[in-house]
C-alpha cells in the first residue's frame, strides 16, 4: 500500500514510514530528524470527492494520544479508527484530548462519539462551535438561512428545499455533537515533546486554528492552506461579513512563519508552504479580476454562478452550495475594495461595477 515518493522528499525534514493495514484506511508516520514525536497522518475515509480527511495522533508519554480533527461519522470510518486504535494501541493507552482546526463536518463529525469513548476534553474556538450548534444543533437555523440567502441572490425557488434538505443530511455525522472546551487564539498546548501555539485564521472557516511548533518549524495547518486543493472560502448568513478578505489575511498571517513543514486537513504532507501560499493569493486575485469582466450589466450572484463554475443539474447540490458561497465571498470583496455595487431588483440583488 506504500505510496509513490514525491518530489524533493529526500530533503524534508520529516521521513515517511508507511503503516500496514486495510484498504479502508492508510496511516503514516512522520518522524523529524531532529527527534519529537511521531505523527500519525491517518487518512480516515469521507463520502465525497475528496475521499478522505488527514486525522492525526500525536503520543506524550505518560498521557496518552492527542488527536486532531477525528474525520466525519460514518460507517467506513467507524472502522477505520478501530483499526488505527489497534494498530497504535490506543485503546491501551488512552485519548488525552481531542483537538479541532474547525467546525466543518469532516474534521468535527467523530469528535463526540470519540469524546463518549474516551471521556477526554474536545478543543475547539467559540465562533467554530457556534456554528457548529446553528448548522447542526437542536435549534439550527443554518439549513432554512442559506436557501433564502441563495434565492435572495437568484437562485431558483426548487434551490430552497435541495439546500434544506442537503445541509441536515449533515446531522447524523456529527451526531453526537461534543462537549466543548474553548480553545483562543495565542493558546500554548503541550503534546508529543513539544510546544504548540494556536494561530487563529478566518475564512475557510470562522474560528479555524492553525498549530504551529517553532522549534520544529511544523505548522498543523488544518484547511486554511492545503496542497493541490484551492481551499473553499464560503459567504455564510450572519457569519464573516467579509470571507475573501479574512481568508487572504489569514494567509498573510500563516505567509510570516517559517514553515518547513506543514500537515494539512487533506491530500498529503508538504514542504511547499510558503509558494502554496503564494499561488493561493494569487488564484484568488485572477479570479476577482475574471469576475469584474462579468459585471458590466447588472448580473446575479447566481449567473455568475453559473458561467463560472455551474449550477444544478452540471453540479450536485454539495458542490453548487461550495460554488455560490464561492461566488458571493468573491462579490464581496470586489465591493468592499469599492469596484462594484449590489441593487435589489424584485426582491433579487444584482451586481455591477461602478
Ligand atoms: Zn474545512
Known amino acids: 500500500m506504500s505510496i509513490e515518493a514525491q518530489e524533493g522528499e529526500d530533503q524534508w525534514p520529516y521521513k515517511r514510514k508507511d503503516i500496514d ?15 519529537g514525536g511521531i505523527i500519525y497522518q491517518i487518512q480516515v475515509p469521507v463520502p465525497n470527492a475528496l475521499r478522505w480527511v488527514n486525522a492525526y495522533a500525536l503520543y506524550t508519554e505518560g498521557k496518552g494520544y492527542t488527536i486532531i480533527d477525528p474525520g466525519m461519522r460514518t460507517v467506513e470510518a ?12 490506543i ?38 462551535y457556534d456554528h457548529a450548534s446553528r448548522m447542526w444543533g437542536k435549534n439550527r437555523t ?29 446531522v447524523a455525522q456529527v451526531t453526537p455533537l461534543p462537549a466543548i472546551s474553548w480553545l483562543e487564539e495565542g493558546d500554548q498546548l503541550f503534546f508529543a515533546e513539544g510546544q504548540w501555539q494556536a494561530i487563529e485564521t478566518h475564512g475557510h472557516a470562522p474560528g479555524h486554528m492553525a498549530l504551529w511548533n517553532a522549534e520544529l518549524g511544523t505548522l498543523i495547518a488544518g484547511d486554511h492552506v492545503l496542497p493541490r486543493i484551492t481551499p ?36 498529503y504532507p508538504f514542504a511547499h508552504f ?49 460554488a455560490m458561497g464561492e461566488t458571493l465571498a468573491h462579490l464581496i470583496e470586489l465591493r468592499r475594495r469599492g469596484l462594484i455595487q449590489e441593487r435589489e431588483w424584485d426582491g433579487v440583488r444584482q451586481w455591477q461595477i461602478l
Request: charged content about 15%; some cysteine; hydrophobic content about 40%.
Open 274 to 322: 510558503h509558494a502554496r501560499i503564494e499561488y493561493l493569493l494569487q488564484h484568488h486575485e485572477e479570479r476577482l479580476l475574471s469576475f469584474m469582466e462579468e459585471l458590466h450589466l447588472p448580473t446575479t450572484a447566481y449567473a455568475l454562478c453559473a458561467s463560472t463554475f455551474g449550477v444544478p443539474p452540471q453540479l450536485s447540490v454539495h458542490e453548487f452550495r461550495f
Open 142 to 170: 443554518m439549513s432554512t438561512a442559506m436557501g433564502e440567502l441563495f434565492t435572495l441572490h437568484g437562485a431558483p425557488v426548487e434551490t430552497l428545499m435541495q439546500i434544506y434538505g442537503h445541509m441536515e443530511s449533515f
Open 78 to 89: 467507524e472502522q477505520a479508527w478501530a483499526e488505527v486504535y489497534h494498530a497504535l494501541d
Open 91 to 128: 485503546s491501551g493507552q488512552r485519548i488525552e484530548q481531542i483537538i479541532l482546526t474547525h467546525y466543518h463536518p469532516d474534521h468535527l463529525g467523530l469528535a463526540g462519539w470519540m469524546q463518549e469513548q474516551h471521556r477526554c476534553p474536545v478543543y475547539l474556538s467559540k465562533v467554530g
Open 232 to 267: 473553499n472560502v464560503s459567504f455564510l448568513p450572519d457569519s464573516d461579513p467579509e470571507p475573501l478578505h479574512s481568508f487572504m489575511e489569514g494567509l498573510d498571517r500563516l505567509h510570516q512563519l517559517p514553515v518547513t513543514f506543514a500537515f494539512p486537513g487533506h491530500r
Open 21 to 35: 493495514l486495510s484498504d479502508n484506511v492508510k496511516v503514516i508516520g512522520w518522524e523529524h530528524h531532529a527527534g
